[in-house]
């Protein structure tokens, strides 16, 4: 005699396929939390409201950061250099005849240490440039702000002189700015105008041949002779 099912009673498959989907809801839920909860922290952490679990800082090294730059930066909080302790050199790359000898007249006339006027060995077609080494920034800085364009290029030269070249753009339309313009402004901090780098940042190029004399280079003094013996 067979026994009748009894009423309520479920298949042994059916008790496992519903096992298995609560254990798969379950696994689901935990990692859904997981993950959230590693989100929020996440975001707390690049935020700065909440620590990370380094000690060490996470940083790019120097000299990493990769950048299409070559602008050496202005020192920082520093105002422009007198004139009379700019020395600057004129050259003419154009073919306009005395370019540099009226730009040199007027740099003189307002203070500049102006130490000749050339033609350039080579053609430059922008406005003007300004040559100068590691120790001559803010000089460079200085002297750009006489102009509405310059283009500013590191070169190997060890002291303060600058070659400022004419290009053929300042010959077609001349940028020196008035001396009452308001960018020339003496108790203004000395300021880049796109991205720049530091002054080992940046990788100089060769000076020219000839550089400029230095009359502000500090002259050894004699030595004074001995006492003759009497």
């Known amino acids: 005699m067979t026994d009748a099912p009894t009423p309520g009673k479920v298949k042994p498959a059916s008790v496992t396929r519903r096992r298995r989907r609560e254990r798969q809801l379950v696994v689901f839920g935990v990692v859904i939390i997981v993950l959230t909860a590693l989100t929020i922290a996440s975001l707390a ?3 700065g409201s909440a620590d990370g679990p380094f000690s060490v800082a996470i940083h790019t090294p120097a000299g990493v950061i990769k950048t299409e730059s070559n602008l050496v930066c202005p020192p920082p ?4 250099v007198a004139a009379d302790q700019v020395v600057v050199r004129v050259n003419n790359a154009t ?4 370019l540099a000898g009226t730009t040199a007249t007027a740099l003189d006339s307002r203070g500049f240490r102006v130490v000749g006027s050339q033609n350039w060995s080579r053609t430059y077609d922008g406005t003007v440039r ?3 080494g590691e120790n001559g920034v803010a000089e460079a800085y ?5 102009f509405t364009a310059a283009e500013l290029t590191l070169d190997q030269r060890e002291d303060v002189t600058l070659d400022l070249i004419l290009g053929e753009a300042y ?7 008035s001396e009452s313009a308001p960018e020339l402004d003496p108790e203004l901090n000395l300021s880049a105008s796109e991205t720049c780098l530091p002054v ?8 020219p041949g000839d550089l400029p004399a230095n009359p502000l280079a500090t002259i050894s003094p004699e030595p004074s002779p ?4 009497g």
């Open 226 to 229: 001995e006492p003759s013996e």
């Open 130 to 132: 300004i040559l100068f």
């Open 95 to 98: 073919e306009t005849s005395g």
């Open 142 to 146: 200085t002297l750009a702000l006489q």
């Open 171 to 177: 010959a077609t339309s001349p940028g020196l700015r």
């Open 45 to 47: 952490i690049y935020r």
């Open 77 to 80: 909080d520093t105002k422009p």
């Open 200 to 207: 080992d940042g940046v990788e100089a190029r060769l000076a």
